[in-house]
T-cell receptor
């Protein structure tokens, strides 16, 4: 079956630096991708999404890049802050809107 | 204010007992979902419902049951047939591909 996975389980970044979180997916039929942020003991919080007909989408301090050729998704966080420390999940969806999640990357921001 | 409410936040169950987790949404979303999360892992889909009075099994439905009698409510029952029920359970709703999550219920079997 399809799967969505992240390249690295953990990422340590210096406060103020940019963060890049990577995700590989295997189902080329997916047409929608989402990044979620989950803080300890809480539910996932929507960050940004991108459709398969797009390569890049920008939000506030975040950018998502989609490379369909190599089935790769990334989330870039500009000027990382202590409040960005969390687990980040990528998820993919097809027309039935069922989301498939990767295992997550734990981001730790160093002061 | 609008959102998804899960209750209780923490739940303890004795082995062999059934337990029901509550999920209510006032976002007027048609679709609702239940996910299970184990430590250090992603979310796995248990059941989902795209319309009232209809629901489908997800990837790990064994040992769970749901109902969808009202648009705003999608309760999950963890039955005694679920061999390893201790986990963090998340409910979500959507009116498109973007799902919104509740704050979760942590279930512990004692």
């Amino acid at each position: 079956g399809e799967s969505v996975g992240l390249h690295l389980p953990t990422l340590s970044v210096q406060e103020g630096d940019n963060s890049i979180i990577n995700c590989a997916y295997s189902n080329s039929a997916s047409d929608y991708f989402i990044w979620y942020k989950q803080e300890s003991g809480k539910g996932p919080q929507f960050i940004i999404d991108i459709r398969s007909n797009m390569d890049k989408r920008q939000g506030q301090r975040v950018t998502v890049l989609l490379n369909k050729t190599v089935k790769h998704l990334s989330l870039q966080i500009a000027a990382t802050q202590p409040g960005d420390s969390a687990v980040y999940f990528c998820a993919e969806s097809k027309t039935d809107y069922k989301l498939s999640f990767g295992a997550g990357t734990t981001v730790t921001v160093r002061a | 204010d609008g959102g998804i409410t899960q209750s209780p936040k923490y739940l303890f169950r004795k082995e062999g007992q059934n337990v029901t987790l509550s999920c209510e949404q006032n976002l007027n979303h048609d679709a609702m979902y239940w996910y299970r999360q184990d430590p250090g892992q992603g979310l796995r889909l248990i059941y989902y419902s795209q319309i009232v009075n209809d629901f489908q099994k997800g990837d790990i439905a064994e040992g769970y049951s749901v109902s969808r009698e009202k648009k705003e409510s999608f309760p999950l029952t963890v039955t005694s047939a679920q061999k390893n029920p201790t986990a963090f359970y998340l409910c979500a709703s959507s009116d498109g591909p973007r799902a919104f999550f509740g704050q979760g219920t942590r279930l512990t079997v004692v």
